[in-house]
């Protein structure tokens, strides 16, 4: 099954739900692509593991924090995790846009 493509997904953080996109374009054992929320859009890459996405992401607001993504694509649904540093981790899920 393909990660390639466009992800509507919803994190279920500390702060309440946090909806964006994923855009993934997947060459080998890596990606490229975007991540855009009501908060904005910046470019994203990262590895490729079967069906497996794992990536980072920086936030400045509404602090300075990094953010690691591993996601998993069944289909067209993905799920997954993202650790906010000291704050944990947070499911996400979503489905093919």
Do not use: C, H
């Not at 994923?22 to 590895?47: E, H, I, N, W």
């Not at 497996?52 to 997954?80: H, N, R, W």
């Not at 000291?86 to 489905?95: D, Q």
């Amino acid at each position: 099954m393909s990660v390639d493509g466009k992800w509507s997904m919803t994190a279920d953080t500390p702060m309440g739900k946090q909806n964006f996109d994923l855009t993934v374009a997947s060459d080998g054992g890596s990606f490229k692509g975007s991540l855009s929320s009501p908060m904005g859009a910046q470019d994203v890459s990262g590895t490729v593991s079967g069906d497996t996405l794992t990536f980072a992401t920086q936030i400045e607001q509404p602090m300075k924090l990094t953010l690691d993504y591993s996601l998993t694509v069944s289909g067209d649904t993905i799920a997954g995790s993202v650790k906010a540093g000291a704050f944990g981790s947070s499911n996400i899920a979503g489905k093919r846009a």
